[in-house]
């Protein structure tokens, strides 16, 4: 992973999870430096909730807290969702919205 991306409770996600977390993050980063045009920090907080009850260990729910920090302004955006990438894209979609917006 690139060295201006912090991850943070990477640890609780799974090997799979892991490769696309990497390679979604990886694209958007791509993304937003291009956008940006300057160096940042991408600040990514990933937590996990198990619903309790009857199905106590099959699903999970995805907290997902990302955070750009720049020379200019920190920009951040939040998603929760049952489904590990569909958080993870909806996360990034905002960021690369609010950065759109502010370097119009």
Same mark, same amino acid.
């Given at each position: 992973?690139?060295?201006? %991306?912090?991850?943070?409770?990477?640890?609780?996600?799974?090997?799979?999870?892991? =490769?696309?977390?990497?390679?979604?993050?990886?694209?958007?980063?791509?993304?937003?430096?291009?956008? @940006?045009?300057?160096?940042?920090?991408?600040?990514i907080a990933v937590k996990e909730y198990s619903k309790s009850g009857e199905?106590?260990?099959?699903?999970?729910?995805?907290? %997902?807290?990302?955070? %750009?920090?720049?020379?200019?302004? @920190?920009i951040e955006a939040s998603a929760v969702e049952w489904d590990f990438n =569909?958080?993870?894209?909806? @996360?990034?979609?905002?960021?690369?919205?609010? @950065?759109?917006?502010?370097? =119009?």
């Amino acid at each position: 992973m690139i060295e201006q %991306i912090k991850i943070e409770g990477i640890e609780l996600l799974t090997e799979e999870e892991k =490769k696309e977390a990497n390679r979604i993050i990886g694209k958007a980063y791509e993304k937003l430096k291009w956008k @940006v045009k300057n160096d940042f920090l991408l600040d990514i907080a990933v937590k996990e909730y198990s619903k309790s009850g009857e199905n106590f260990n099959k699903r999970k729910r995805y907290s %997902i807290h990302a955070e %750009i920090s720049g020379p200019i302004k @920190v920009i951040e955006a939040s998603a929760v969702e049952w489904d590990f990438n =569909k958080t993870l894209h909806m @996360v990034m979609n905002k960021l690369a919205a609010e @950065v759109e917006h502010l370097f =119009k």
